[in-house]
């Protein structure tokens, strides 16, 4: 999966704050309004098949032809967090039991085998920015932002 840099999402053209706040204010959104965010299918991040398509050569692309995907801005969250608090406190059960100390998680046979790789880009959260907001006169309960157009 491609990865965003920071200055990418900074020149897009994706919303800001501020035309969140001009478009809430405009349709007197309720700030008690529940926030609503586009599920997005994991194909546009893995590339959107455009075999057959025309090229811009005026050619066609071959079949398997992928268009490139979204990427996605990762960050350290939750996972990542919790990972490097597992690895810390399985490190201090193998020195306790190199140490012929008790040890503190009995039934773990091997703590060494609980050790997580922190560079495993699986452990970060993936943002992508969002588009725009959207307006449903039937629904002004609700604030939903679009991924994409």
């Known amino acids: 999966m491609r990865t965003i840099a920071k200055n990418e999402i900074i020149d897009s053209q994706g919303m800001t704050v501020q035309d969140l706040l001009e ?7 309720p700030l008690t309004a529940k926030i ?12 959107v098949d455009i075999s057959g398509l025309e090229t811009p050569d005026g050619g066609t ?22 990972a ?9 059960e193998m020195e306790k ?23 495993d880009t699986t452990l970060l959260e993936q943002y992508h920015p969002a588009w725009s907001p959207v307006f449903y006169e039937d629904e002004q309960d609700l604030l939903f932002i679009d991924l994409h157009y």
Request: without cysteine; aromatic residues 16%.
């Open 23 to 29: 478009f809430i204010e405009e349709r007197n959104i």
């Open 36 to 47: 609503m965010i586009q599920r997005v299918e994991d194909k546009y991040f893995e590339g």
């Open 61 to 82: 692309y071959p079949p398997g032809t992928k268009a490139e995907g979204w990427g996605v801005y990762p960050k350290r969250g939750y996972a990542y967090y919790q």
């Open 84 to 92: 490097e608090e597992l690895n810390m406190r399985m490190k201090e």
């Open 97 to 119: 039991r190199k140490n012929g100390e008790e040890p503190e998680y009995p039934g773990i046979e091997d703590p060494e085998k609980y050790i997580q790789d922190l560079k």
